[in-house]
């Protein structure tokens, strides 16, 4: 063989993976047919958060008025911002290249197909390993809406130099709502179109109706149950219409395929080996993160399980210590924190108060509904909400949930707790620290209501 392990996608998992194996002496191989660093650092996490910023600038500056600031009246300039992220994501990328570099592991330009056993085909460049890892990754879904495959995604807005007037998001999810909530901040009026009643399908439906409220609060015009049909270009114009059920088209300048991402197993010869991709293409994977092909693994947004960065980065380390290392482990994916950077942002980890009640699970619900310190002095309706889930027969804190500034930080610190175990009395036990918005988190005392087992709902 030519190698100990032949990577598929220099994303940040696939890095991770590669660098772990050769750290344990591993002769190791990664294939990249587009830029080194991936989706999250290229494309979506990274980039997406620097917009983040510069919309909360945006707003800091507003706000700063309130604690006697003379401020002018703010104005952004996309190009700039453009220039700036085009310097970070090339920085980054030079950092993930010398990782590769200095940890030992062979980086191949070119766009790689599994050709059978053990091997990966490079547009005619063959090689060969003993564990073939597929992190591919995913893309935006194009054909979910008839049109929509000539529609920007998320890709293409971030390196707009100049924003449209107006701008229609297409999506319920977190992509949609992160990218409706920069943009309106930013200049643009903005409409959110959604399948659902709420959106956010799949969290906590005191997030999801807390998050609602906050995107209509920033001016966007929630359009819950108005997906169009079919999305059509308008003409030499470059504008586009969205045609309704009723067959009326709403002409709008630009369009935001935010309607969801797909693994990228299209063209990837799983075939050759025997593997079949489920209904949504993703590759099966086990705990272990094998597939049904012998000597093939996958990790990461392939997999369809769940598509956030850092288990993908935890996947590829995992699997190289199991293969490579002394000490074989998996990966616990029933406690995964994750985050939705809308401002304010949504922090989650832990089943859903449905989810526990669905299951009939005794659980004593805390919340706090609250307008910040920040907000209240100077007038603004900015809330925070805090949702504690608590087992009731063993006290153990099961679910965090929280919408708010700060979300993500705080949730991720107290995550820590829930994956030890902590129990509400560890809460309550724990010393506030004064005046903070966290602090909210252990001076929950009197539940809310108690779901589940015969309690109620």
């Known amino acids: 063989m030519d190698y100990d392990l032949v990577v598929i996608g220099a994303g940040s998992g696939g890095v991770a993976a590669s660098r772990r194996a050769a750290l344990h002496g591993a002769k190791v191989a990664v294939v990249e047919a587009s830029r080194v660093g991936g989706t999250c650092v290229i494309r979506g996490c990274v980039p997406k958060k620097l917009m983040v910023y510069a919309a909360q600038y945006g707003d800091t500056m507003r706000e700063a008025r309130g604690y006697g600031w003379l401020v002018e009246a703010p104005r952004f300039e996309m190009a700039r911002w453009a220039d700036a992220k085009a310097a970070e994501t090339e920085r980054l990328e030079g950092v993930y290249r010398r990782l590769l570099a200095d940890g030992g592991v062979t980086l191949i330009e070119g766009r790689a197909r599994i050709a059978g056993a053990n091997t990966v085909d490079m547009d005619g460049r063959r090689v060969t390993a003993r564990h073939l890892l597929i992190a ?38 977190y992509i949609a709502v992160e990218f409706a909530s920069i943009l309106a901040r930013l200049g643009p009026r903005v409409s959110l179109h959604y399948r659902d009643t709420l959106p956010l399908r799949g969290f906590d439906h005191d997030l999801r109706t807390r998050a609602a409220a906050a995107l209509a609060a920033a001016g966007i015009d929630l359009r819950p149950g108005e997906v169009p049909v079919r999305v059509e270009r308008s003409g030499s114009g470059g504008g586009w219409r969205l045609v309704g059920r009723d067959g009326n088209a709403e002409p709008v300048l630009f369009v935001l395929n935010a309607t969801g991402r797909r693994p990228n197993t299209r063209g990837l010869g799983l075939e050759t080996v025997g593997i079949t991709p489920d209904a949504a293409g993703a590759v099966p994977v086990n705990d272990q993160l094998h597939t049904t092909a012998s000597g093939v693994h996958a990790i990461g947004d392939v997999t369809n399980r769940k598509n956030l960065t850092p288990v993908a980065i935890a996947e590829g380390r995992a699997l190289a210590d199991s293969l490579f290392g002394s000490a ?40 706090a509904d609250f307008r910040p310190m920040k907000q209240a002095f100077f007038g603004g309706a900015e809330r925070s909400y805090m949702k504690l889930l608590v087992d009731d027969a063993s006290d153990r804190v099961v679910g965090i949930h929280m919408l708010g500034a700060d979300a993500p930080e705080i949730v991720q610190s107290l995550a820590v707790a829930l994956t030890a175990g902590a129990t509400k009395a560890h809460f309550d036990h724990t010393m506030a620290v004064h005046p903070t918005a966290a602090e909210e988190f252990v001076l929950m005392r009197t539940p809310a209501r108690v779901i589940g087992a015969g309690r109620g709902t």
């Open 136 to 173: 591919a990754g995913a893309h935006p879904v194009r054909d979910s809406i008839p049109g929509l495959e000539d529609a920007p995604t998320s890709d293409n807005l971030l390196d707009l130099r100049a924003l449209p007037d107006r701008v229609a998001v297409l999506g319920g999810g």
């Open 328 to 367: 074989p482990r998996t990966v616990d994916l029933s406690r995964v924190a994750s985050a939705v950077f809308t401002l304010p942002p949504i922090a989650t980890i832990g089943p859903t108060e449905a989810a526990r009640a669905a299951a009939g699970s005794a659980t004593r619900v805390y919340e």
